[in-house]
């Protein structure tokens, strides 16, 4: 069946070509020689590399769609496509390989999260004198913006600092997406996928389509809550009480996004905690 379909689509191209061809003045004593390539088969990216076709995968572009002028993003979906594939040729499993990558990338963003949990710690410590600053200049709201500035400045601290772990995960987040959204390789690919019950997934048997059971968006959720419990306060305590409320936001954004993108940002919460106790242990035995 398959050999039929080749075929004709086969000849449904060559139809089209003799029906567009330009005609061609040929003389008596001229020899002219013509070639097409036709590709038939699954759109992986190694396979049409191979022919010079890898630009009929279309990764999108930035910030509008690239027909309308914005930035092709092959730059950013080909190479976490390629590293998905070749860590999946050693491991077996697309899950297992975004595993790897998040663990990875954690690992090379370790000296960032660091940063960030420190810079957040020295404003928890200041929170007094900011109060105290609120308390002071709270008819004179740009006065107090420069009064808190300052001291910011005093102690060495970046109030944004906090922001530098999930920043740098951005690009690799949606290069994930990417990946997930046009490649072939990773449509179907499984993660403990036990099985099919009344036409349901059980559980990830698809890492480029959403979660049917919807366990992993609730797990995401629950480990971002976790996280948001054990990262030092600073601020407004109104802020403290919005940045609680994020993963209940995130968790229904994730609902139907690729469970792939699902599984990254998930262990990537978990590593985010675990590195959070191994960064309060000194703090503990301190205490003791």
Known sequence: MSAIIS????LIALLILMATRTPVA?????????????????KEYDRLKAFGLEGA???????????WGGLPMEWLGVPI???????YRHVGNYGAAIILLTVVSKVLFYPLTVKSMRSMKAMQALQPQINALRNKYKSDPQRLQRETMELYRQHKVNPMGGCLPMVAQIPIFYALYLALSVSVE??????LCIGHLFGLHL???????HDPTYILPILMGVT???QQKMTPTAGDPRQAKMMLVMPFIFTFMFLNLPAGLVLYWTVSNVLQILQQKVMDRPKARAAH
């Open 7 to 10: 075929f004709t689509v086969f």
């Open 26 to 42: 040929v003389a008596l004593s001229m020899v002219t020689v013509a070639g097409v390539t036709i590709f038939v088969g699954p």
């Open 57 to 67: 995968i279309n990764f999108g572009g930035f910030p509008v769609p690239r027909q």
């Open 81 to 87: 496509l390629l590293i998905l594939t070749w860590v």
């Open 186 to 191: 990773l449509q179907n690919a499984t993660f």
């Open 203 to 209: 559980w990830i048997c698809d890492l480029a389509s």
């Open 224 to 226: 971002m809550f976790v």
